[in-house]
């Protein structure tokens, strides 16, 4: 009896030790500290799609003129508001991608808006107009921090997963790489200049 008692014990003791081997426990806190890093991201551009109405009206009372990058503006905000973004965005490396493109047509679509405003002075010295782009500037500069946590939490996870054992272990239980952020299209290419 006693025999067979140690012996269960040493079993035991063995698939314990085997278990924590296996990284089952690290590759749940990556996954989470990702997915945290990721709402992260998501509050941040939510920020900025919030501030998007309030900065049309203001620009849409001096610059009747400038129609269609006020519907531009506007259509990038419907896009990124129409996408459902939830945990399945980081495993679908597509969904991710239209993520990233959505985001970043409403990037392109904010700076041509501000860039109108250097037409209308009356505009850029409006307080309300100020104000706001002083909170869309603080705004872009919180996405771009916790875009970089992202990018560090995704890296730090990715290469944890794709490691031996872990690798075998989150191959049994689902777990793949999550898709990480790249470049911006605008930034793919230098520009031209040129001294003509």
């Known amino acids: 009896m006693n025999l067979i008692k140690n012996s269960m014990l040493a079993l035991a003791l063995a698939g314990s030790l085997s278990l924590t081997g296996c990284g089952y426990n690290t590759l ?5 500290a990702v997915n945290a890093s990721w709402s992260e991201v998501q509050n941040q551009y939510q920020r900025r799609a919030d501030l998007v109405p ?60 501000i860039a109108v405003s250097e037409n209308y002075p009356d505009l850029k010295a409006n307080e309300q107009f100020k104000d706001l782009q002083v909170q869309l500037e603080g705004t872009e500069n919180r996405i771009a921090v916790a875009r970089n946590r992202y990018i560090s939490t995704v890296q730090d996870y990715n290469g944890y997963v794709r490691q031996f054992p872990q ?27 040129s001294f003509d």
């Open 54 to 113: 309030n900065l049309v009206n203001v620009v849409k009372g001096y610059a009747k003129h400038e129609e269609q990058v006020l519907t531009e503006v506007t259509q990038a905000r419907s896009n990124v508001a129409g996408l459902k973004v939830d945990k399945d965005v980081l495993e679908n490396p597509e969904l991710f991608k239209k993520y990233q493109e959505a985001q970043s047509q409403m990037t392109s679509a904010l700076s041509r808006l």
């Open 28 to 32: 749940q806190v990556k996954d989470e």
């Open 167 to 193: 690798a075998m272990t989150a191959k049994v239980i689902g777990m793949k790489t999550k898709p990480n952020f790249s470049a911006e299209q605008s930034a793919q290419s230098a520009p031209k200049v």
